[in-house]
C-alpha cells in the first residue's frame, strides 16, 4: 500500500509562481512512478506530469510543457511540481498519484492522494 499526501496549494495571480509537494510512503513506494493530474470543475481529470522512479524520466502534458516542472527528491520521499506563468485556465484540484509505469494516463495509477486546491485569480 502506497500513501501520497499533497500539500502547497492556494491562491495565485496570473502570471504567477506556486509549488506543491507530494509525499511518499509505504511499503515499495521508491519504486513507483508518481505523476500529478488536475481535475477543474466540470472537466475531465487531465494528467500534467510524470517522473519515472529510477532514471528520473519525465512526462509533460501539452497544455503544461514549458511552464510546469516536475522534479522528486528520493532522500526525503517527496515529488515536486514547480508551476510558472499560471492562467485561470490552471485552476484545479491537483492529485498525486503512484503507478509502476510511468505515464499520465489516470488508468495507470494505483493509488492517489486526496489533491489540493490551486486557484489563479485574473
Known amino acids: 500500500q502506497v500513501q501520497l499526501v499533497e500539500s502547497g496549494g492556494g491562491l495565485v495571480q496570473t502570471g504567477g509562481s506556486l509549488g506543491l509537494s507530494c509525499v511518499v510512503s509505504?511499503?515499495?513506494?521508491?519504486?513507483?512512478?508518481i505523476a500529478w493530474f488536475r481535475q477543474a470543475p466540470g472537466k475531465e481529470r487531465e494528467g500534467v506530469a510524470c517522473?519515472?522512479?529510477?532514471?528520473?524520466?519525465?512526462i509533460y502534458g501539452a497544455s503544461v510543457r514549458g511552464r510546469f516542472t516536475i522534479s522528486r527528491d528520493n532522500a526525503k520521499n517527496t515529488v515536486y511540481l514547480h508551476m510558472d506563468n499560471l492562467t485561470p485556465e490552471d485552476t484545479a484540484v491537483y492529485s498525486c498519484?503512484?503507478?509502476?509505469?510511468?505515464?499520465?494516463?489516470?488508468?495507470?495509477?494505483?493509488?492517489w492522494g486526496k489533491g489540493t486546491r490551486v486557484t489563479v485569480s485574473s
Open positions: 509505504g511499503s515499495g513506494s521508491e519504486y513507483y512512478s
Open positions: 517522473i519515472d522512479s529510477g532514471s528520473g524520466r519525465t
Open positions: 498519484a503512484a503507478a509502476i509505469f510511468p505515464t499520465i494516463l489516470k488508468s495507470g495509477m494505483d493509488y
